[in-house]
């Protein structure tokens, strides 16, 4: 056995066979927990909660720049467009935003509210939306004390909404309903006024899906205001899929205003998709990357072990012949990959731990877990590697003894 077992092959050669096998399955194992933070930290982006429903919902965006209406011509339209939209087939309700979700903030200010006195190196700038009636009911917003807008706010603009975490900071737990807060530079000439809180809402991201701030003080303003328009962005729910509405939605807009185009037409969960284009386009690289370099790794290994079942026949057919069972030969050969595969592991891990400190340097306030990454990758590369071993070890047990002891 000791001769048959060592023709073709030494030591040194088997040892570094091996070793080159390790090498490539400890590279394999920092590729997949590499793929397994960025597809963790896409998941944890697609699943975040904004503050808002973002399925069945509809932004239709027109362009009336080139248009002659004036504001108040606008505004009317604007107004009898929602209520058309409201009737037609498969809409639930419809509002007007500007802007909508993760497009930033509309405007901005700074906010002084009533009885309270402010550092002023704790001041901070407001953003500010544009929204129209059933805003909230529309976007699944809730509001949690007071009213909403409503039409007749148009005469008398000066009223305000404002979400939680505005006023859980500036009120703490005073009743907020019926103060006044006035911003400065709301229109960024210099604009000072004074507004009444009539509402407030829960906490909805507007700004950045990646901010690690969930306490985001935020202010609504009427859309309608003195006889004109000031956003310009249809947000429609809809009770079917939000692209089976669009012909019927372009037609209403049309026969209110066949001189305006449709400027943009995005369903909100796309519009969202399309704000982590990077991270989904990292996401599967990594991943495609990592499952290659497994892939890899698992027919290095199995040619490995075929090769290594092949030098061994003779020395397979002896042990068999003297009372060697399948499974013994099976585990002879698993237990040689499994040996490889763990020297790969143990390799691996400090370039695991290295890259997830690049990682996290690369996704701010991405929590990552200290093992998670680790343990996903190295059950995929044992996964891959067992499948790999299983064939040769399959085929060495099926051997025939009276075959394999004539074998050269």
């Known amino acids: 056995m000791r001769q048959t077992g060592s023709v073709g092959e030494t030591p040194i ?21 590499a793929g397994a933070v960025f597809v963790a930290n896409l998941v944890s982006l697609e699943r975040k909660y904004l503050g808002f429903r973002r399925d069945h919902v509809l932004l239709v965006t027109l362009d009336p720049s080139a248009s002659n209406y004036n504001g108040e011509r606008l505004s ?7 209520d058309r939209l409201d009737r037609t087939p498969g809409v639930r309700s419809a509002s007007l935003s500007g802007p909508t979700p993760l497009q930033g903030a509309g405007a901005s200010g700074l906010a002084t509210p009533e009885g309270y006195e402010e550092r002023p190196e704790d001041r901070r700038f407001t953003p500010i939306t544009y929204v129209a009636p059933h805003y909230f009911e529309t976007l699944g917003i809730p509001l949690l004390a007071g009213r909403g807008f409503t039409f007749a706010d148009e005469a008398q603009p000066n009223v305000a909404i404002i979400n939680q975490a505005f006023a859980r900071y500036y009120f703490a ?30 906490d909805a991201n507007y700004m950045e899906i990646r901010d690690p701030e969930t306490e985001i003080r935020a202010i609504y303003l009427p859309a309608f205001r003195s006889g004109r328009v000031v956003a310009g962005t249809f ?12 012909g019927d939605v372009k037609r209403t807009i049309r026969g209110v205003l066949p001189d305006i185009s449709v400027a943009r037409i995005i369903t909100l969960t796309d519009q969202i998709d399309a704000s982590i284009v990077p991270e989904r386009l990292v996401a599967t690289l ?10 890899l790794a698992g027919i290095g290994l199995y040619g490995l072990l075929a090769y290594t079942v092949a030098r061994r026949t003779n020395e397979i057919g002896i042990r068999m012949a003297m009372g060697a069972t399948a499974r013994d030969v099976t585990w002879l050969v698993l237990r040689d990959a499994l040996a490889t595969v763990t020297a790969g592991l143990i390799l691996g891990l400090p370039m695991v731990i290295f890259g997830r400190s ?40 099926r051997i025939d003894p009276l075959e394999a002891v004539r074998h050269e």
């Open 235 to 246: 947000v429609i729910r809809t009770n079917i899929d939000p692209e089976g509405t669009v």
């Open 286 to 295: 990594s991943g495609f990357f990592g499952a290659l370099g497994a892939l």
């Open 13 to 33: 050669r088997r040892f570094f066979g091996k070793s080159l096998i390790a090498a490539q399955l400890a590279v394999s194992l920092l590729l997949f927990s």
């Open 76 to 82: 009317r339209a604007y107004q009898e467009i929602m």
């Open 173 to 202: 737990g005073r009743y907020s309903i019926g103060k006044h807060v006035t911003l400065e530079h709301v229109t960024g000439a210099g604009e000072i006024r004074r507004y009444e809180i009539v509402g407030v809402s829960g």
């Open 358 to 397: 690049i990682a996290s340097s690369m996704i701010p306030g991405f929590l990552i877990p200290s093992a998670a990454p680790f343990a996903i990758a190295a059950l995929g590369i044992v996964t891959v590697a067992f499948l790999a071993a299983y064939v040769p070890a399959r085929r060495a047990a």
